[in-house]
Structure formats: structure tokens, C-alpha cells
């Protein structure tokens, strides 16, 4: 892949986790972690920390996300999903799904298989 991993990815934005015990894990991001807790719907949690990062957690009646299988995704911060994701393709990774993008704040982000088989994802993060 071209340029550095300096140029390529820009940090750790994004960490979600699909669990059986979501009401263990959200009291455990916000008491014991003490994660500040921005938003929570049903079984989704969102975890917003300091310098913009997120923690989310999916309980067992989600269904949009039956795909973190493999244990808490990672979400690797990229300027732009849609480029990063054509790089990593033409290097033979396997992306599950469309990428999508949450219109209101230009996030974006795109789920594919590392090659141990775990499920994470590139992620841009709100346009400026």
C-alpha cells in the first residue's frame, strides 16, 4: 500500500463491542471506566471520550452489527473511507458491506476482515 502508516492511518477512532451482558458492559464503561455516556437507545450505548474517540456497545437485540463476531472491533482513523478502502481493496482486503456515512456529520466508516479473520474498520471522522 502506498505511504506510510504515518500518512495512512491517523489514530484509534472507534471501538464497539456486540455482548450478551449489555447491561454489565455499559455500567462498566460508565462506573468503572467512567466513560462519559453521550447517547443510549434500546440496547446501543455510545461512549464519547476526550479527544473525540467512541466506545459503543450493542446488546443482544441489535441486529445491524451480528457481524462483530470475532470480539470488540477497532475502527482505524483514515482522512477519507471511500480512497482508504479502494488501497486496501486493490491489496486483496475483504470489506463487509457498502461503506456508510452519517450524513448530518460527514462521519464515515467501512467494516472489513484483517487477515486473522477479525472483523474492524477505517473511519473518518466529523468534517471540520
Known amino acids: ?76 482513523l483514515v482522512d477519507d473511507v471511500r480512497s482508504a478502502r479502494k488501497l486496501m481493496e486493490a491489496d486483496g482486503i475483504e470489506f463487509i458491506g457498502p461503506a456508510h456515512e452519517w450524513e448530518p456529520t460527514g462521519e464515515a466508516w467501512s467494516h472489513f476482515r484483517a487477515p486473522n479473520g477479525y472483523v474492524c474498520e477505517i473511519v473518518q471522522g466529523p468534517k471540520r
Open 1 to 76: 500500500m502506498g505511504g506510510s502508516v504515518d500518512t495512512f492511518v491517523k489514530g484509534l477512532a472507534w471501538v464497539g463491542t456486540r455482548t450478551d451482558h449489555y447491561e454489565q458492559m455499559v455500567a462498566f464503561y460508565r462506573d468503572t471506566l467512567r466513560l462519559p455516556l453521550d447517547h443510549e437507545e434500546g440496547e446501543f450505548a455510545i461512549f464519547k471520550l476526550a479527544d473525540g474517540s467512541k466506545a459503543e456497545v450493542f446488546g443482544p437485540s441489535d441486529t445491524e452489527h451480528t457481524h462483530f463476531s470475532t470480539g470488540p472491533v477497532v475502527g482505524f
